[in-house]
Protein backbone atom coordinates (compact mmCIF):
# COMPACT_ATOMS: atom_id res chain seq x y z
CA UNK A 1 0.00 0.00 0.00
CA UNK A 2 1.06 3.51 -0.66
CA UNK A 3 -0.49 6.13 0.51
CA UNK A 4 0.11 10.53 -0.71
CA UNK A 5 -0.82 13.68 1.27
CA UNK A 6 -2.97 15.68 -1.29
CA UNK A 7 -2.82 19.41 -2.03
CA UNK A 8 1.20 19.68 -0.62
CA UNK A 9 1.98 21.85 -3.91
CA UNK A 10 -1.46 24.04 -2.40
CA UNK A 11 -0.09 24.33 0.93
CA UNK A 12 3.54 25.23 -0.20
CA UNK A 13 2.36 28.17 -2.83
CA UNK A 14 -0.06 29.37 0.13
CA UNK A 15 2.65 29.18 2.45
CA UNK A 16 5.26 31.42 0.41
CA UNK A 17 2.35 34.05 -0.51
CA UNK A 18 1.39 34.45 3.55
CA UNK A 19 5.55 34.45 4.64
CA UNK A 20 6.57 36.69 1.41
CA UNK A 21 6.56 39.65 3.88
CA UNK A 22 8.36 38.09 6.76
CA UNK A 23 12.48 38.12 7.26
CA UNK A 24 13.92 35.07 5.82
CA UNK A 25 14.51 33.27 9.47
CA UNK A 26 10.86 33.43 10.34
CA UNK A 27 9.76 32.18 6.85
CA UNK A 28 12.58 29.08 7.20
CA UNK A 29 11.01 28.49 10.93
CA UNK A 30 8.16 28.63 9.20
CA UNK A 31 8.79 25.81 6.65
CA UNK A 32 10.93 23.58 9.37
CA UNK A 33 7.75 23.94 11.84
CA UNK A 34 5.53 22.67 8.76
CA UNK A 35 7.55 19.91 7.74
CA UNK A 36 8.15 18.22 11.02
CA UNK A 37 4.50 18.63 12.07
CA UNK A 38 3.54 17.01 8.72
CA UNK A 39 6.04 14.04 9.36
CA UNK A 40 4.38 13.42 12.88
CA UNK A 41 0.74 13.86 11.32
CA UNK A 42 1.92 10.79 9.21
CA UNK A 43 3.76 8.75 11.73
CA UNK A 44 1.16 9.36 13.86
CA UNK A 45 -1.86 8.28 11.77
CA UNK A 46 0.29 5.15 10.55
CA UNK A 47 0.75 4.27 14.39
CA UNK A 48 -2.95 4.65 14.75
CA UNK A 49 -4.30 2.15 12.34
CA UNK A 50 -1.27 -0.04 13.49
CA UNK A 51 -2.07 -0.25 16.89
CA UNK A 52 -6.31 -0.44 15.62
CA UNK A 53 -5.35 -3.45 13.46
CA UNK A 54 -3.11 -5.51 15.83
CA UNK A 55 -5.42 -5.01 18.89
CA UNK A 56 -7.12 -7.95 17.37
CA UNK A 57 -5.27 -11.74 17.37
CA UNK A 58 -6.69 -12.51 14.19
CA UNK A 59 -4.44 -9.99 12.82
CA UNK A 60 -1.39 -11.99 13.87
CA UNK A 61 0.04 -15.05 11.68
CA UNK A 62 -0.15 -18.52 13.47
CA UNK A 63 3.58 -17.78 15.25
CA UNK A 64 1.87 -14.74 16.66
CA UNK A 65 4.12 -11.83 14.47
CA UNK A 66 2.01 -8.85 13.65
CA UNK A 67 2.01 -9.15 9.44
CA UNK A 68 3.33 -5.60 8.30
CA UNK A 69 6.07 -4.31 7.46
CA UNK A 70 7.04 -0.40 6.78
CA UNK A 71 8.82 0.69 3.87
CA UNK A 72 8.46 4.06 4.17
CA UNK A 73 6.88 6.24 6.96
CA UNK A 74 7.30 10.01 6.70
CA UNK A 75 6.90 13.29 5.40
CA UNK A 76 3.35 13.01 3.38
CA UNK A 77 3.98 9.19 2.54
CA UNK A 78 3.83 5.93 3.21
CA UNK A 79 4.54 2.24 1.87
CA UNK A 80 3.71 -0.79 3.20
CA UNK A 81 3.93 -4.87 3.05
CA UNK A 82 0.86 -5.91 5.14
CA UNK A 83 -1.28 -9.22 4.73
CA UNK A 84 -4.24 -8.61 2.07
CA UNK A 85 -7.06 -9.15 4.27
CA UNK A 86 -5.97 -6.20 6.34
CA UNK A 87 -4.83 -4.05 3.85
CA UNK A 88 -8.43 -1.91 3.29
CA UNK A 89 -9.00 -1.66 6.71
CA UNK A 90 -5.25 -0.21 8.28
CA UNK A 91 -5.36 2.31 4.43
CA UNK A 92 -9.17 3.45 5.76
CA UNK A 93 -8.11 4.11 9.25
CA UNK A 94 -4.67 5.73 7.76
CA UNK A 95 -6.51 8.52 5.69
CA UNK A 96 -9.08 9.32 8.81
CA UNK A 97 -6.46 9.45 10.90
CA UNK A 98 -4.21 11.31 8.63
CA UNK A 99 -6.99 14.09 8.64
CA UNK A 100 -7.44 14.21 12.24
CA UNK A 101 -3.42 14.16 12.95
CA UNK A 102 -3.07 16.92 10.58
CA UNK A 103 -5.71 19.12 11.76
CA UNK A 104 -3.71 18.70 15.55
CA UNK A 105 -0.32 19.55 14.26
CA UNK A 106 -0.96 22.10 12.15
CA UNK A 107 -2.11 24.32 15.04
CA UNK A 108 1.73 25.34 14.62
CA UNK A 109 1.02 27.34 11.73
CA UNK A 110 -1.73 29.63 13.15
CA UNK A 111 1.22 31.75 14.43
CA UNK A 112 2.28 32.71 11.13
CA UNK A 113 -1.85 33.64 10.49
CA UNK A 114 -1.75 30.45 8.48
CA UNK A 115 -5.52 28.95 8.75
CA UNK A 116 -6.28 28.00 5.49
CA UNK A 117 -5.36 24.41 6.69
CA UNK A 118 -6.84 24.42 9.83
CA UNK A 119 -9.08 21.56 9.34
CA UNK A 120 -6.18 19.25 8.24
CA UNK A 121 -5.27 18.08 5.20
CA UNK A 122 -6.30 14.79 3.07
CA UNK A 123 -4.63 11.99 1.40
CA UNK A 124 -5.14 9.36 -1.11
CA UNK A 125 -3.76 5.62 -1.26
CA UNK A 126 -3.44 2.85 -3.67
CA UNK A 127 -2.99 -1.02 -2.87
CA UNK A 128 -1.70 -3.65 -4.90
CA UNK A 129 -3.17 -7.22 -3.94
CA UNK A 130 0.12 -9.34 -5.00
CA UNK A 131 1.02 -12.84 -4.60
CA UNK A 132 4.28 -13.89 -2.49
CA UNK A 133 6.62 -14.53 -6.23
CA UNK A 134 5.08 -11.16 -7.81
CA UNK A 135 8.42 -8.97 -8.15
CA UNK A 136 8.49 -6.33 -5.15
CA UNK A 137 9.45 -3.38 -7.29
CA UNK A 138 6.54 -3.79 -9.60
CA UNK A 139 4.03 -4.17 -6.69
CA UNK A 140 5.46 -0.79 -5.31
CA UNK A 141 5.40 0.74 -8.85
CA UNK A 142 1.64 -0.30 -9.07
CA UNK A 143 0.62 0.67 -5.51
CA UNK A 144 1.79 4.11 -6.25
CA UNK A 145 0.57 4.35 -9.91
CA UNK A 146 -3.37 3.26 -8.10
CA UNK A 147 -2.47 6.24 -5.46
CA UNK A 148 -1.93 8.19 -8.50
CA UNK A 149 -5.23 7.39 -10.04
CA UNK A 150 -7.24 7.88 -6.85
CA UNK A 151 -5.64 11.47 -6.75
CA UNK A 152 -6.67 12.39 -10.37
CA UNK A 153 -10.13 11.43 -9.51
CA UNK A 154 -10.23 13.85 -6.68
CA UNK A 155 -8.41 16.61 -8.20
CA UNK A 156 -10.52 17.22 -11.05
CA UNK A 157 -14.02 16.23 -9.20
CA UNK A 158 -14.01 16.01 -5.53
CA UNK A 159 -12.55 19.44 -4.43
CA UNK A 160 -13.69 20.57 -0.75
CA UNK A 161 -13.73 24.00 -0.42
CA UNK A 162 -10.46 24.86 0.83
CA UNK A 163 -9.38 23.37 -2.02
CA UNK A 164 -8.21 20.35 -0.94
CA UNK A 165 -9.55 17.21 -2.93
CA UNK A 166 -11.14 14.37 -1.10
CA UNK A 167 -9.44 11.46 0.60
CA UNK A 168 -9.74 8.46 -1.75
CA UNK A 169 -8.64 4.56 -2.53
CA UNK A 170 -7.58 2.19 -5.03
CA UNK A 171 -7.55 -0.86 -5.33
CA UNK A 172 -6.46 -3.71 -8.12
CA UNK A 173 -5.62 -7.39 -7.37
CA UNK A 174 -3.05 -9.06 -10.00
CA UNK A 175 -4.24 -11.91 -11.44
CA UNK A 176 -1.50 -12.28 -14.16
CA UNK A 177 2.25 -12.70 -14.27
CA UNK A 178 2.01 -9.27 -16.10
CA UNK A 179 3.75 -6.23 -15.20
CA UNK A 180 2.39 -3.68 -17.84
CA UNK A 181 0.79 -0.30 -16.84
CA UNK A 182 -2.27 -0.28 -14.92
CA UNK A 183 -4.22 1.12 -17.78
CA UNK A 184 -3.20 -1.93 -19.74
CA UNK A 185 -4.25 -4.23 -16.74
CA UNK A 186 -7.77 -2.71 -16.81
CA UNK A 187 -7.92 -3.12 -20.57
CA UNK A 188 -7.23 -6.99 -19.96
CA UNK A 189 -8.56 -8.17 -16.52
CA UNK A 190 -11.24 -5.75 -15.84
CA UNK A 191 -13.33 -4.80 -19.17
CA UNK A 192 -16.26 -6.82 -20.34
CA UNK A 193 -16.41 -5.15 -24.07
CA UNK A 194 -19.47 -6.66 -26.40
CA UNK A 195 -20.65 -5.08 -29.82
CA UNK A 196 -19.22 -1.21 -28.66
CA UNK A 197 -21.33 -2.32 -25.16
CA UNK A 198 -18.97 -1.74 -22.05
CA UNK A 199 -19.08 -3.07 -18.62
CA UNK A 200 -15.92 -1.64 -16.41
CA UNK A 201 -15.36 -4.28 -12.96
CA UNK A 202 -13.10 -0.74 -11.80
CA UNK A 203 -15.24 0.40 -9.67
CA UNK A 204 -12.79 2.36 -7.83
CA UNK A 205 -11.26 4.59 -6.95
CA UNK A 206 -14.17 4.97 -3.71
CA UNK A 207 -13.59 8.43 -1.79
CA UNK A 208 -13.17 7.87 1.71
CA UNK A 209 -16.62 9.01 2.91
CA UNK A 210 -18.41 6.36 -0.04
CA UNK A 211 -16.24 3.42 1.92
CA UNK A 212 -19.12 2.55 4.61
CA UNK A 213 -21.36 1.72 1.69
CA UNK A 214 -18.78 -1.09 0.10
CA UNK A 215 -17.72 -2.06 3.78
CA UNK A 216 -21.79 -2.59 4.50
CA UNK A 217 -21.80 -5.10 1.61
CA UNK A 218 -18.67 -6.98 2.30
CA UNK A 219 -19.85 -7.70 5.77
CA UNK A 220 -23.22 -8.64 4.37
CA UNK A 221 -21.56 -11.38 1.80
CA UNK A 222 -18.88 -12.36 4.26
CA UNK A 223 -22.12 -13.11 7.13
CA UNK A 224 -24.42 -14.65 4.34
CA UNK A 225 -21.63 -17.36 2.86
CA UNK A 226 -20.56 -17.90 6.54
CA UNK A 227 -24.22 -18.93 7.70
CA UNK A 228 -25.50 -20.90 5.19
CA UNK A 229 -24.92 -23.50 2.42
CA UNK A 230 -26.98 -21.12 0.46
CA UNK A 231 -25.08 -18.27 0.96
CA UNK A 232 -21.73 -20.45 0.39
CA UNK A 233 -23.18 -21.22 -3.08
CA UNK A 234 -24.24 -18.15 -3.95
CA UNK A 235 -20.86 -17.01 -4.18
CA UNK A 236 -20.16 -19.27 -6.92
CA UNK A 237 -22.92 -18.02 -8.64
CA UNK A 238 -22.26 -14.22 -8.15
CA UNK A 239 -18.71 -15.28 -9.94
CA UNK A 240 -20.15 -16.91 -12.38
CA UNK A 241 -22.61 -14.15 -13.47
CA UNK A 242 -18.87 -11.82 -13.65
CA UNK A 243 -17.46 -14.92 -15.95
CA UNK A 244 -20.21 -14.99 -18.13
CA UNK A 245 -20.43 -11.21 -18.47
CA UNK A 246 -17.03 -11.13 -20.36
CA UNK A 247 -18.56 -13.79 -22.97
CA UNK A 248 -22.21 -12.72 -22.98
CA UNK A 249 -24.13 -10.22 -21.04
CA UNK A 250 -27.65 -11.97 -22.08
CA UNK A 251 -25.96 -15.10 -20.21
CA UNK A 252 -24.91 -13.05 -17.19
CA UNK A 253 -28.31 -11.08 -17.36
CA UNK A 254 -30.15 -14.66 -16.61
CA UNK A 255 -28.19 -16.30 -14.28
CA UNK A 256 -28.27 -13.06 -12.06
CA UNK A 257 -32.15 -13.12 -12.74
CA UNK A 258 -32.35 -16.26 -11.88
CA UNK A 259 -30.27 -16.01 -8.60
CA UNK A 260 -33.07 -13.13 -7.68
CA UNK A 261 -35.59 -16.02 -7.87
CA UNK A 262 -34.14 -19.02 -6.34
CA UNK A 263 -31.79 -17.16 -3.63
CA UNK A 264 -34.17 -14.01 -3.01
CA UNK A 265 -33.29 -13.05 0.77
CA UNK A 266 -29.35 -13.00 -0.70
CA UNK A 267 -30.20 -11.06 -3.39
CA UNK A 268 -31.33 -8.43 -1.80
CA UNK A 269 -29.03 -8.49 1.32
CA UNK A 270 -26.19 -8.04 -1.10
CA UNK A 271 -27.85 -5.48 -3.00
CA UNK A 272 -28.03 -6.72 -6.28
CA UNK A 273 -30.72 -4.94 -7.91
CA UNK A 274 -28.64 -2.60 -9.19
CA UNK A 275 -26.38 -4.82 -10.82
CA UNK A 276 -29.33 -6.37 -12.23
CA UNK A 277 -30.68 -3.09 -13.93
CA UNK A 278 -26.95 -2.71 -15.42
CA UNK A 279 -26.99 -5.83 -16.91
CA UNK A 280 -30.08 -4.99 -17.89
CA UNK A 281 -29.86 -2.03 -19.79
CA UNK A 282 -26.12 -3.45 -21.64
CA UNK A 283 -28.50 -5.86 -23.12
CA UNK A 284 -30.88 -3.64 -24.89
CA UNK A 285 -30.46 -3.90 -28.40
CA UNK A 286 -31.86 -0.30 -29.43
CA UNK A 287 -28.50 1.21 -27.49
CA UNK A 288 -25.37 0.86 -29.93
CA UNK A 289 -23.18 2.03 -27.25
CA UNK A 290 -23.08 2.57 -23.85
CA UNK A 291 -20.15 1.96 -20.94
CA UNK A 292 -21.56 1.01 -17.01
CA UNK A 293 -19.51 -0.09 -13.37
CA UNK A 294 -20.19 -2.73 -11.70
CA UNK A 295 -18.84 -3.56 -7.81
CA UNK A 296 -19.07 -7.23 -7.87
CA UNK A 297 -15.61 -7.88 -8.87
CA UNK A 298 -14.01 -5.77 -5.91
CA UNK A 299 -16.83 -7.89 -3.50
CA UNK A 300 -15.79 -11.20 -4.42
CA UNK A 301 -12.10 -10.25 -4.55
CA UNK A 302 -12.23 -9.05 -1.27
CA UNK A 303 -14.79 -11.67 0.84
CA UNK A 304 -11.51 -13.95 -1.54
CA UNK A 305 -8.97 -12.87 1.22
CA UNK A 306 -10.40 -14.52 4.17
CA UNK A 307 -10.67 -11.88 6.67
CA UNK A 308 -10.34 -12.93 10.24
CA UNK A 309 -8.68 -16.11 9.87
CA UNK A 310 -5.26 -16.55 10.75
CA UNK A 311 -3.18 -17.36 8.06
CA UNK A 312 0.67 -19.03 7.83
Given at each position: ???D??????I?????E????K???????????????????????????F??????A?????D?N???RP??C?GD?I???????LA?E???I?L?E?E???K??FK???K???D???E????C??I?????????HY??????TL?KD????V??H??????????A?????V???F??K??VL?E?????T?Q??T?D?????????D??N???RLS???????DS????????????V????F?D??????N???????NK????K?????DL??L?LLTK????Q?A?????????????F???????
Open positions: MHAGNGLGNIRVMGKLKDNSEESKAAFRQFSQALDKATQAAAQSAWTIYSKEAFNSNHTVIIGDSIIIRADLFTEFNFVKTEEVLEYDIEFKGITAAGAYIKESYPLALNLSECAKKLKEHLRQNGIPESIAFYKQESTDISKRTLLAQGKLYYYGPYLLSMKLQKDLRKEADQEGSKAIGKIRRISDSKFSVALFLQRMKTIDFFSLQLQNDTTEDLEIAKSQLLDLITLHGRYGTRHN
